[in-house]
């Protein structure tokens, strides 16, 4: 270990942004063993792991990377896999710049540990050893628990849940499983079937998927009740955010998730009745998180004639991911940083330029955050044939969709819950990952889920003691 101040920093190779941009395959290539112990070996196993600190999973990357360093790769993989639900995924897509590798102590000077694409490395080739398994609790218990939502927050409360005998449900509205991880986040980043190989593997294991099924439509949220012991919430957060800005009831103004869920869908070989393409066309992304990062470079790779990113920041201030960025702008994207749209003009109904607003910095605001004020005078148009809105995403109205006026919310809309116990006001209702949290990671849907399965196995636990002593007082009243 320590090899840090001798072993360059090399992550696995990228595929050449000419050539990824001709197709949806993921732009990394794999370690090869050597080359991730070698990686591995640069960790300088600090006494406090501010990776792990910084996890929200607190993964044990310390542990996983000397025992890759020293090539005993399963027991790598059984301590990664043992606080991960989703380790090859978290390899894929986390933002490790802004968490584990950003933190880690020879990111400045040397380069921070490859923790991420180590952890890939590690995971998929413990698929390829055999070494993943379905698994099977030591006894089945008489209880059974629906999770409402088959994103990462439900799917790890799952694994956790079935782990300990417990009959599981998923209830999920799309015909996939994987929430935002099937039909959010492009192939790209992450390519489906390394998401379709977790649900099989979890189906494999006795969790039951119920898809295309909607609650609070096809089956009511009382009668879910009535079925199970207890019920997780998971649905994410699904309504875009929209601008109040002159123009917006123009056609080709689309909402992200619009765009890319067709996209994804068409990947995965489903016909779609409007298939929506950028071929040829110019495309103006709004908004600087991922979601906008995913939507540009979608664009790119569906032979858009020009694609430009708006932002009304700068690049320091922007909410998406640094290396995301450079991944755009080395396959052809246009960032415009500090420019928000200020009117939309159509021609026969379609949009057809963007009126651009100049911003500039004006210090931070009370939140920490860099607030913006507009610049007046330099106004100026970009042209357009469609606009793609990626301006973040809020709640649905979950009491109205539940028919439970009951269910406490946040000020956001978000579900209220109890911190720790993760259950709402409704007794035996738990709730996780986005509609708790608002739009967040993968990562932490996985975390939230895996604790929410926690407390409610506790309170399962509680409840049947509870019934136990009163069962042995009644008999003993009766003796
Ligand atoms: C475009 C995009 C790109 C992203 N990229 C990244 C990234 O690179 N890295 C990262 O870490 N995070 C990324 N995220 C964020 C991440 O995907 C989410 O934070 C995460 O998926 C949230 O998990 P979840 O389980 O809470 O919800 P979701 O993944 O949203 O899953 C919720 C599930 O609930 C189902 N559902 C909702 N309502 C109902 C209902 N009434 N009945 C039945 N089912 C219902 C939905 O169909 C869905 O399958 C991205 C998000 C987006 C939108």
């Not at 993760?422 to 007794?427: C, G, S, Y």
């Given at each position: 270990m320590l090899k840090f101040n001798v072993t360059p920093q090399a992550y696995p190779e990228k595929r050449k942004p000419e050539k990824r941009a001709e197709d949806f395959n993921e732009i990394y290539m794999e370690y090869a063993v050597q080359k991730a112990e070698e990686q591995a070996n640069r960790c300088s196993q600090c006494g406090i792991p501010f990776c792990q600190v910084h996890c929200p999973l607190q993964n044990n990357i310390p542990d996983w990377l000397k025992l890759t360093a020293e090539n005993r790769l399963q027991e790598a993989y059984e301590i990664s896999s043992a606080t991960n639900t989703f380790p090859e995924i978290c390899g894929r897509i986390c933002p490790q710049d802004r968490l584990c590798e950003g933190n880690c102590v020879v990111n400045k000077g040397f380069g921070a540990v490859t923790i991420g694409s180590i952890e890939k490395f590690i995971t998929e080739n413990a698929w390829e050893q055999g070494w993943v398994k379905p698994f099977a609790p030591k006894s089945e218990r008489k209880e059974s628990i629906g999770i409402i939502g088959a994103g990462p927050a439900g799917m790890a409360a799952a694994e956790m849940l079935r782990r300990q005998g417990y009959k599981v449900t998923i209830y999920d509205r799309y015909n996939r499983a994987g929430g935002l991880m099937i039909y959010g986040i492009p192939n790209f980043k992450l390519e489906k079937w390394v998401v379709e190989r977790r649900t099989e593997w979890l189906k494999s294991s006795g969790v039951k998927f119920n898809l295309n099924c909607d609650i609070g439509k096809d089956i009511s949220f009382k009668e879910l009740q009535s079925k199970h012991d207890a019920i997780l919430i998971a649905t994410g957060v699904y309504k875009a955010r929209t601008l109040e800005t002159t123009g917006m009831e123009l056609d080709n103004i689309i909402p992200a998730l619009q765009f890319l869920i067709a996209s994804n869908k068409i990947g995965l070989g489903d016909k779609l009745k409007e298939p929506m393409s950028m071929g040829g066309k110019h495309v103006v992304v709004v908004g600087g998180g991922d979601t906008a990062m995913d939507c540009v470079r979608t664009a790119i790779r569906q032979d858009a004639s020009s694609v430009t990113c708006l932002y009304r920041r700068d690049r320091d201030n922007m909410p998406g991911s640094r290396r995301e960025v450079n991944h755009a702008e080395e396959e052809g994207v246009k960032f415009v940083w500090l420019s928000a749209p200020k009117a939309f003009k159509g021609k026969a109904g379609k949009v057809s330029e963007v009126l651009v607003q100049r911003m500039r910095l004006n210090g931070k605001d009370a939140n920490g955050r860099e607030s913006i004020v507009p610049v007046e005078g330099e106004d100026y148009a970009i042209s357009a044939d469609i606009v793609i809105n990626a301006l973040g995403f809020e709640p649905e109205d979950l009491p109205a969709l539940f028919n439970e006026p009951r269910l406490k919310l946040n000020n956001n809309g978000t579900v209220k819950v109890t911190p720790g116990t993760?259950?709402?006001?409704?007794?035996g209702v738990f709730a996780a990952g986005d509609i708790v949290r608002g739009a967040s990671l993968v990562v932490w849907g996985i975390a939230d889920g895996r604790s929410a399965a926690q407390a409610i196995i506790s309170s399962l636990q509680s409840k049947a003691a509870i019934a136990q002593t009163q069962k042995q007082e009644g008999r003993r009243a009766r003796m």
């Open positions: 993760f259950e709402t006001n409704i007794e």
